[in-house]
Antibody
Framework: QVQLQQWGAGLLKPSETLSLTCAVY????????WSWIRQPPGKGLEWIGEINHSGSTNYNPSLKSRVTISVDTSKNQFSLKLSSVTAADTAVYYC?????????????????WGQGTLVTVSS | DIQMTQSPSSLSASVGDRVTITCRASQGISNYLAWYQQKPGKVPKLLIY???TLQSGVPSRFSGSGSGTDFTLTISSLQPEDVATYYC?????????FGQGTKVEIK
């Protein structure tokens, strides 16, 4: 059974860098799309970005200048860094995996999700 | 970027009712459309991919249709456990934008 377990700092000050890591247990790491999504309190889902099977990344244009997604295949982990955070970045952050192992965009739908991490930005 | 617009933003229906949620893309996305269910306080769950294919384990009362720019999610007979917010998401190209969500409640 595939499980995604995520962790990182839950309270940040404005201008700091958000850093989250997601570890994958019980399944292969290679050959999938890996995404980060966030959800401000009481609001909808916002896609942050993805890294695919070949290590290529795509980011939401609204966050692109501040976001880095990377992979450590030796540890079956992938990470999110978001720099220069403000109160507007306060949200629950989720990691997620494409539902299918395939080198195709058809494999992008997010079939497995981490438990979510609430990140609060406050001075 | 392609925008995804869901309607309605919320609805209230009786148990057993047929419920339809619409998702419209600002440009054609073929059938690269997924639907997710998020119950209160829970993690989103994939319901449908490729616009109309039910994810394994999802009850058959859920169905999806559409292609191009207009898509629908239908619950054929609303159950109490279906109370949730439903999101569509395009995935033909980045950014993989979500719709704003439709909150479904029981009347």
């Amino acid at each position: 059974q595939v499980q995604l377990q995520q962790w990182g700092a839950g309270l940040l000050k404005p201008s700091e860098t958000l850093s989250l890591t997601c570890a994958v247990y019980g399944g292969s790491f290679s050959g999938y799309y890996w995404s980060w999504i966030r959800q401000p309190p009481g609001k909808g889902l916002e896609w942050i970005g993805e890294i695919n099977h070949s290590g290529s990344t795509n980011y939401n244009p609204s966050l692109k200048s501040r976001v880095t997604i990377s992979v450590d295949t030796s540890k079956n982990q992938f990470s999110l860094k978001l720099s220069s955070v403000t109160a507007a970045d306060t949200a629950v952050y989720y990691c997620a995996r494409g539902f299918l192992r395939a080198q195709s965009i058809a494999a992008r739908p997010l079939g497995y999700w981490g438990q979510g991490t609430l990140v609060t930005v406050s001075s | 970027d392609i925008q995804m617009t869901q309607s309605p933003s919320s609805l209230s229906a009786s148990v057993g009712d047929r419920v339809t949620i619409t998702c419209r893309a600002s440009q054609g996305i073929s059938n690269y459309l997924a639907w997710y269910q998020q119950k209160p306080g829970k993690v989103p769950k994939l319901l449908i991919y490729a616009a109309s294919t039910l994810q394994s384990g999802v009850p058959s009362r859920f169905s999806g249709s559409g292609s191009g720019t207009d898509f629908t999610l239908t619950i054929s007979s609303l159950q109490p456990e279906d109370v949730a917010t439903y999101y569509c998401q395009k995935y033909n190209s980045a950014p993989l934008t979500f719709g704003q969500g439709t909150k479904v409640e029981i009347k």
